[in-house]
Nanobody, 121 residues
């Protein structure tokens, strides 16, 4: 069984930084891409950043230049360094992994349970 376990998050003031991490565990054959999404109150979930196994990364325009995504393939772990946080970054952040389980089959999207990030003004 595959699990994504997130850590990090919390309450900070505007301008501060936070780091998130997410480790995928279980019977995993390979992971194509890992990323972070977020859902702010009253809004739909949106992509924050995504990184492939080859370390090619994409970012939402709203976080480009402030957030950095990285990945440790050996540990099946993805990180999100968030700098210069703004109140509009307040949301629940979800880890995502597009992976193929060791039991075979197709690549499937798995999600973490979410971690709250709150930025006060």
């Amino acid at each position: 069984q595959v699990q994504l376990v997130e850590s990090g998050g919390g309450l900070v003031q505007a301008g501060a930084f936070l780091s998130l991490s997410c480790a995928a565990s279980g019977n995993i054959f390979s992971i194509v891409a890992m990323g972070w999404y977020r859902r702010a109150p009253g809004k739909q979930r949106e992509l924050v950043a995504r990184i492939t196994s080859g370390h090619s990364a994409d970012y939402a325009d709203s976080v480009t230049g402030r957030f950095t995504i990285s990945r440790d393939n050996a540990k099946n772990t993805v990180y999100l360094q968030m700098n210069s946080l703004k109140p509009e970054d307040t949301a629940v952040y979800y880890c995502n992994a597009n992976l193929r389980p060791g039991s075979g089959g197709s690549y499937i999207n798995f999600w973490g349970q979410g971690t709250q990030v709150t930025v006060s003004s």
